[in-house]
């Protein structure tokens, strides 16, 4: 406990990221009756991420290296992506193509993981698929025309969070094995830069997630 308070003393950022997941944890739960298949599957979306990020908290303090976690990460996230998107169209072509997508990235992620070190590939992968499914879902919402007000639909609140936190972090991640390597190479100060920039992505994510959630009561009547 005392390690655990020094670390979060130190980076006070990497601690305020994991808490923001609770956020649409919290407003999830309190919805939970009123939300749709495919937004529930957002809810398991930031469970996941908080429970991820929780055992690598403690495992850090056994094992110096979780890296591999980091490299699990973008296989179990694909795969709940695909279900969130999936279950967001009618269209039976485009259910198809969406589960076709998915399962790609799912196997490119699989086939590039790591045990000892952070996949690129894997993390690069996932947020290519994160970004061409929110400019997709964009589009469907522009072709369709039945959601009247916006700001009261909840997947456009986790789309809009799910692309800033993807674009944002793509770069980033596509050099994550540079990032990583050792200190003698890296500086301590770059290396902090980067992270603590996909923190704050990851942290504005979660809270516009969270906005969501709360507006998600108004779903059913929002469409027309």
């Known amino acids: 406990m005392e390690r655990l308070l020094h670390f979060f003393e ?3 950022l990497d601690l305020l990221a994991h808490l923001s997941s609770l956020l649409p944890i919290i407003v999830g739960f309190l919805r939970l009756d009123l939300l749709k298949l495919g937004i529930k599957f957002v809810w398991l979306f930031f469970i996941f991420h908080f429970l ?16 591999f976690l980091q490299n699990i990460e973008p296989i179990i996230e694909s795969i709940l992506l695909g279900f969130i998107f999936v279950s967001c ?15 790609i990235c799912t196997l490119v992620t699989l086939a590039a993981y ?3 070190e952070v996949s690129s590939i894997s993390l690069s992968a996932f947020r290519l698929l994160a970004i061409a499914l929110s400019l ?20 456009f609140w986790f789309v809009a969070g799910l692309l800033i ?9 596509l050099f994550s094995e540079y990032w990583y390597k050792d200190i003698n190479k890296v500086p301590a100060e770059i ?5 603590n920039a996909s923190q704050i ?20 009547e929002n469409l027309a």
């Open 136 to 155: 997709s879902y964009f589009n469907k919402i522009l072709t369709d025309m039945r959601v009247k007000r916006i700001t009261k639909h909840t997947m």
């Open 114 to 116: 790591k045990s000892e």
């Open 191 to 195: 290396f902090d830069k980067y992270w």
């Open 52 to 67: 991820k990020d929780t055992y690598a908290l403690i495992y850090m303090f056994i094992v110096p290296n979780n890296l």
């Open 10 to 12: 130190r980076y006070p």
């Open 201 to 220: 992505l990851y942290i504005l994510f979660c809270f516009i997630s969270a906005l969501g959630l709360w507006v998600s009561k108004y779903d059913q």
């Open 165 to 173: 936190y993807s674009s944002g972090t793509f770069f980033i991640v």
């Open 89 to 103: 169209y009618e269209n039976p072509a485009h259910k198809r193509l969406i589960t076709s997508f998915t399962l």
